[in-house]
């Protein structure tokens, strides 16, 4: 397979930290970002939790959602797309009946 040259821009001190980092663990910073780029290829998603410090009022809710769904299907097989649009869709209806009561 061919190879193709990438450049990224980045704080000066985080280059030499991560170059640090990859010295340390015998692995180049171009070694390092291609395993990063294929592992979120394998999974089709960053391979770790992004977010605010402090968390987002969005990103507590997706965890309030997955939570719900996690309990609803935990002795079933993976829900499909059907299923989960089902339940997104019940809880919209129930945070709207709640705000309609506040």
């Known amino acids: ?34 395993v ?23 990103l507590t809710a997706f965890h309030a959602l997955r939570a719900q769904a996690l309990e609803r299907f935990r002795n079933r097989p993976e829900p499909d797309l059907d299923e989960i649009n089902a339940l997104i869709a019940k809880t919209r209806r129930e945070r709207a009946e709640q705000a309609v009561l506040t």
Do not use: H
């Open 36 to 58: 990063f780029a294929k592992e979120v290829v394998r999974e089709g998603r960053i391979p770790f939790e992004v977010g605010t410090q402090g968390g987002s009022r969005s």
């Open 1 to 34: 397979m061919s190879q193709v040259a990438f450049s990224i821009r980045m704080d000066e001190k985080l280059k030499k930290d991560f170059g640090r980092f990859c010295e340390e663990i015998g692995m180049s910073m171009s070694t390092a970002f291609t």
